[in-house]
């Protein structure tokens, strides 16, 4: 068997990984290898540039030599005489079979006897044995072949998960000295400007200096239309330049670019396995030695209780009971359904972190959505200015200064509609209030700005028709006297409302929490036509209503993109970041990341968890029914070594056809 599940210690747990640098990414591990099996086994990976039947010329020397031999018995009647007919087998058996048999004896003087490959080289030299040459270079033939299947179809597995590391350019042209120089990327320095032409990959994270610029996302997001950017927007490693030349300041190294980070999620993805592919991998350590010990049963314990008994006739039932035993139906087309539906989901712009989360997504029955970046876009607008006891330019800019200390959207609304005011002065003791708001001192006032919350924590009084107003408002006073609000204005997603369409389709109950007022919470859930909604929550609180709805025996996905929301994405069962406009605290905590921020994809997470289930667990009936029909038959004599190998091979090429369905669905 190949021990496809060796690292079982690795738990199913959220661990989270520092980034690595972007060069010393691991390669991907293959789901049905352990690091060791993979330097000894060379079933289609001795050379990555070499045609696939030149790496296997000899299983196709001995494939050929097997069909004549067959043609010349059955078709023309020649038999070829028991020595000649033992060299010609031989030499066909070892053409195909030489990796099989020399990894099996490498596996049997280390101890570990009970593998597919110790099996199917008893099998096959048991039948040499008895004198069924054919019958043996047969099953070793077609076993080598499933071999190579398996290892092609994984390959396909990957590919879509490989491509990413294709798409991070090892150089760039950057602006020093007034000269465009090309130099490696991981040598480029925070604030440098770099040069990218029309065609070309973004290799860094950065900003847009030039004034305007068209990008492909594809590669990160999934969706292959132009996204337009215009100076001083953030532009992201593995976009495509479209047009003219763009010149981008660098806001992060290239180990730290968001891309290098999702690219570390999907390796470690490989790693980190489901409880079914667990449950398969115990269950096959335990499964092939007691198939081993019942083959064995099988050919000596009819010495003593059948008469007339020949140990070749019962050997030969105790080989067909071994080679329709082997597991690797099971232990290879498990793994690569679930390899093969984060594959899918990585396509559509969706990074599971690991198969597990696959199958926890099966489960979930409740969404809980933050607001503000989730379900809104997050890009706020200052509506209108009402000072009380000061002017509406000196309100607006104490605001501004204030909140050049905070990077949520609502202070960032301020900061852009102040424009040069906000740079006219520094914040000092500025503290974040979490919840609430900021306080600080700006030109020797005492500012406050925030929710109505900051100021009654502060007693500061303030008229009561403020807490009637609908929208976002921040409240700001000076000196702990009230000065006046400022209104802003988010705008909900486009595809919001179908995304929680789908999710009621799907009977999954809605759930939306926000640090914002009720009243405006409540005018969102009701356009969008969420069942729950939470307003004026801390963080601690949006943890609180989450802890109540899990003891209410609910199966919880918390989508968010903040800060603040790590919490509770570390508290759900399925924790989901907004990847685009989302922190970076957000998505490390997270297990599913949303890459372009739909609300529709949140739906298509849970479709592909589905998927996947559903292949898996069809590929485990087929192989588990079919195994159990054959064994039974070939304990009682009926089924032959022919039989057994067809069913064996064949059982294994229809679970990987089924499991490689995956990454062919267009959800």
Avoid at 126 to 151: L, P, T
Avoid at 303 to 308: G, L, T
Avoid at 437 to 464: F, H, S, T
Avoid at 598 to 607: E, N, P
Wanted: charged share 25%; net charge neutral.
């Amino acid at each position: 068997m190949k021990d496809c599940c060796e690292n079982d210690d690795k738990k199913n747990v959220k661990t989270k990984h520092p980034v690595k640098d972007a060069k010393a990414l691991p390669k991907i591990k293959k789901p049905e290898h352990s690091d060791e099996e993979e330097d000894e086994h060379d079933h289609g990976h001795a050379d990555p540039h070499k045609p696939q039947w030149k790496q296997h010329l000899g299983l196709l020397i001995g494939l050929l030599i097997l069909v004549c031999v067959l043609v010349m018995d059955y078709g023309f009647g020649v038999k070829l005489s028991k020595w000649v007919s033992l060299g010609v087998n031989s030499v066909a058996f070892l053409l195909a079979g030489w990796s099989v048999l020399g990894l099996a004896f490498r596996k049997a003087i280390r101890g570990d006897i009970f593998n597919e490959f110790v099996l199917m080289s008893v099998a096959t030299l048991g039948a040499f044995y008895i004198g069924e040459y054919s019958e043996g270079v047969a099953v070793m033939v077609f076993y080598s072949i499933g071999e190579w299947f398996q290892d092609s179809a994984v390959d396909r597995a990957t590919a879509s998960i490989k491509a990413l590391l294709d798409i991070r350019p090892d150089e760039v042209t950057v602006i020093r000295d007034e000269k465009a120089q090309v130099v490696p990327s991981a040598e480029v320095k925070l604030g440098e400007i770099i040069q990218v032409k029309a065609g070309e990959k973004v290799a860094l994270d950065g900003k847009l200096v030039s004034d305007k610029g068209s990008f492909n996302t594809a590669a990160l997001t999934g969706e292959s239309r132009p996204d337009s950017k215009y100076k001083g927007e953030a532009v992201l490693a593995g976009m495509i330049n479209l047009n003219t030349v763009s010149e981008i300041e660098v806001t992060a190294l290239f180990k730290d670019s968001k891309l290098s980070k999702i690219l570390e999620m999907v390796q470690d993805a490989s790693a980190r396995k489901s409880q079914t592919q667990l449950f398969i991998s115990k269950f096959a350590k335990i499964y092939t030695p007691i198939v081993f010990f019942l083959a064995l049963a099988l050919a000596l314990v009819p010495y003593f209780v059948v008469e007339n008994y020949v140990f070749n006739d019962w050997l030969y039932r105790a080989l067909v009971f071994l080679v329709i035993s082997c597991p690797c139906a099971l232990v290879v087309s498990i793994p690569l359904g679930y390899f093969g539906g984060i594959g899918l989901a990585s396509k559509n712009g969706i990074l599971f972190k690991g198969g597990n989360f696959l199958d926890v997504m099966t489960k979930i029955n409740t969404i809980v959505m933050d607001k503000t970046g989730t379900l809104t876009k997050g890009v706020f607008k200052v509506q209108k200015v009402v000072p009380e006891g000061i002017t509406e330019k000196e309100l607006v800019k104490l605001a501004a200064i204030l909140e050049k200390n905070s990077t949520h959207p609502v202070g960032q609304a301020i900061i852009e509609y102040a424009g040069k005011e906000a740079d006219s002065g520094k914040a000092t003791a500025v503290e974040e209030i979490s919840g609430h708001g900021l306080r600080g001192k700006v030109d020797g006032k005492e500012v406050l700005a925030g929710n109505i919350k900051l100021l009654k924590k502060y007693k500061v009084d303030y008229p009561k028709e403020v807490e009637e107003i609908v929208d976002t408002i921040v409240v700001i006073a000076i000196n702990k006297k009230y000065a006046g609000y400022i209104t802003i204005a988010d705008e909900i997603k486009e595809d919001a409302s179908k995304g929680i369409k789908m999710m009621h389709d799907l009977n999954i109950r809605t759930v939306m929490l926000s640090g914002d007022k009720q009243s405006v919470v409540d005018q969102v859930a009701k356009k969008l036509g969420i069942d729950e909604a939470f307003g004026d929550l801390l963080p601690e609180g949006k943890v609180e209503k989450v802890e109540a709805l899990i003891k209410e025996g609910r199966h919880i996905a918390f989508v968010g993109d903040g800060v603040n929301d790590a919490p509770v994405i570390a508290l759900a069962d399925a924790g989901i970041a907004m990847g685009g406009l989302g922190s970076d605290a957000a998505i490390e905590t997270a297990d599913i990341v949303i890459q372009n921020d739909q609300i529709v994809k949140i739906v298509l997470a849970l479709k592909i968890g589905k998927l996947t289930r559903n292949i898996v667990w069809q590929n485990i009936i087929l192989a588990m029914a079919v195994k159990v029909a054959v064994l039974s038959l070939g304990a009682f004599g009926v089924a032959n070594l022919w039989e057994a190998v067809i069913a064996d091979v064949g059982v294994a090429f229809l679970a990987i056809l089924n499991a490689i369905r995956i990454q062919r669905k267009h959800i």
